[in-house]
């Protein structure tokens, strides 16, 4: 059974504070992990893959792998209320399948 | 350049009616999907494409069939719509079906099945 969890949230943060989003997933043959952005009534955008342990920046954002533990996090630095929107972690190689599992995703709000 | 384009953006249908819904995407790109989301459930794949001439089923493919007519083009097709169906629906590509592609999103069909 591949499956990828998220705490649904909401996730509630002041304006610049750091938001830290968790996903954890149970195959561990995962290869390829991605954070999904979704605006309320949009579709979702990719912000952040990771494939190797350890960490990946991207301007405000960060993205956290240790696969040993089986958790791959996002972090948002100076959160801005354009933050605001849910988070979709997805796992690819699980099972051996190139095909996307996503988590149920998790909803930010960034207040001012 | 477009990217993923699904249509249409709405639709209400009854109880038993069918209808297609279409996507395209200029890319060129080998790899389509079929995705729902339901309130508090995610993402859940109905069916794939991973090259032109093939489809496969996903997690939840009752009540649905697929036709990738070509590269471009994947089409979902409701035979006999239930209530259970109402949902929003996306299509999307990736250039390879392999692990680290990314995925490239339409912008949703919001299905009502009365």
């Known amino acids: 059974q591949k499956e990828v969890e998220q705490n649904s949230g909401p996730l509630s943060v002041p304006e610049g504070a750091i938001a830290s989003l968790n996903c954890t997933y149970s195959?561990?043959?995962?290869?390829?992990f991605f954070w999904y952005r979704q605006y309320s009534g949009k579709s979702p955008e990719l912000i952040m893959s990771?494939?190797?342990?350890g960490d990946k920046e991207d301007g405000r954002f960060t993205a956290q792998l240790n696969k040993a533990s089986q958790y791959v996090s996002l972090l948002i630095r100076d959160s801005q209320p354009s933050d605001s929107a849910t988070y979709l972690c997805?796992?690819?190689?699980?099972?051996?399948?190139?095909?996307?599992?996503f988590g149920r995703g998790t909803s930010l709000i960034v207040h001012p | 350049n477009a990217g993923v384009t699904q249509t249409p953006k709405f639709q209400v249908l009854k109880t038993g009616q069918s209808m297609t819904l279409q996507c395209a995407q200029d890319?060129?790109?080998?790899?389509m999907y079929w995705y729902r989301q339901d309130p508090g459930m995610g993402l859940r794949l109905i069916y794939y494409?991973?090259?032109?001439?093939?489809?496969d089923k996903g997690e939840v493919p009752n009540g649905y069939n697929v036709s990738r007519l070509n590269k471009r083009e994947f089409s979902l097709r409701l035979e006999s719509a239930a209530p259970s169906q109402t949902s929003v629906y996306f299509c999307?590509?990736?250039?390879?079906?392999?692990?680290?592609?990314?995925?490239?999103f339409g912008s949703g069909t919001q299905l009502s099945v009365l």
């Open positions: 999307a590509s990736t250039r390879y079906s392999t692990n680290n592609e990314k995925l490239f």
């Open positions: 195959d561990r043959v995962s290869q390829s």
């Open positions: 990771i494939y190797s342990n």
């Open positions: 997805a796992v690819n190689g699980a099972g051996g399948s190139y095909i996307p599992t």
């Open positions: 890319m060129n790109h080998n790899s």
């Open positions: 494409s991973a090259s032109e001439g093939t489809t």
